[in-house]
């Protein structure tokens, strides 16, 4: 079956000159939104927001060239969606399946400031199994900011349901060198690079000139990055969430990534929001957890 004539079923959804389901990379079914403010687009694989863009700025997220498009391999780039674990876990895929799955577009509309709004939910999985029964939406709103909300609710009448989540955000930068981090000062983290040694940030602000892989724990804190070469400054603002990372993987990790350029991470940084480690959510019977971040940006 060809790509448009499985994207038949979500045809409904689309709103002209606003919302539209286009053939993506790797014969993909891929969202173009189109705002009064921006662009974006998303894939259903992963409902995978892989590009955003404010009019008259360059893009905010940072997708590689290199980035697989295909069934069983997750989007390198733009948001990918962490859940219900992050990292790797011995005999499954690292960071969990919802990256991996097809999801499905349940509703769009449109706002009254000229913006768009597209919900998803993950579809029954075989990965899921194992789990207690749940239900995972994910709400995407274009407007001059990107607004992106996990929602997950624990569907079992008598078991708690234990998960990690994180948006996995890539973000482009003009260049790493120069580009530092604000709001993670007094925040302890492990670090992933030094075999997850405890540690405490101490700078004002932080600046990548190696390999960084942080995982802060306990904050709740909004972040800036701050781009001189682009001339602009992110702000991640977010809620429902006590864990920020940090990852450039500099140059020898970046040549150990299939999907990865050699010199890609001189133009992207991932700082991820979400709740992993300690700061794990445990969710009662009946109860919803709501992860949200609101990216926007402004000139420096
Ligand atoms: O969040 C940082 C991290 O967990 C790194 O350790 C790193 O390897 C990265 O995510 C990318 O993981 P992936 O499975 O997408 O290659």
Redesign the pocket.
Known sequence: MSVMARLDRWKRFEIPGRIALTEGNGELGKIEVLTRHSTAEIYLHGAHVTGFQKNGEPPLLFTSQFSRFALNQ?I?GGV?I?FPW???REGE???GFA?LADWELIETATLPSGGATLRFSLPDVPEAATWPPFAAYYIVTVTDQLALELVVVNASPDQTFTFEN?L?TYYAVGDINSVTVLGLKGVSYQD?VEHFTQKTETNDSIRISSEV?R?FLDTGSPIEIHDPTLKRIVRIEKSGSQST?V?N?WVT?SQQ?P??GTDEFRRML?V?TGNVDRNRITLPPGETAVLKIIVSSRPA
Request: charged letters at 30%; proline letters at 16%; aromatic letters at 12%.
């Open positions: 997750p390198r990918p962490i992050f990292g790797s895929p690292a960071h990256r994180c996995h992933k892989d995982v990372v990852w993987p990790k990534i999907d990865f991932c991820e």
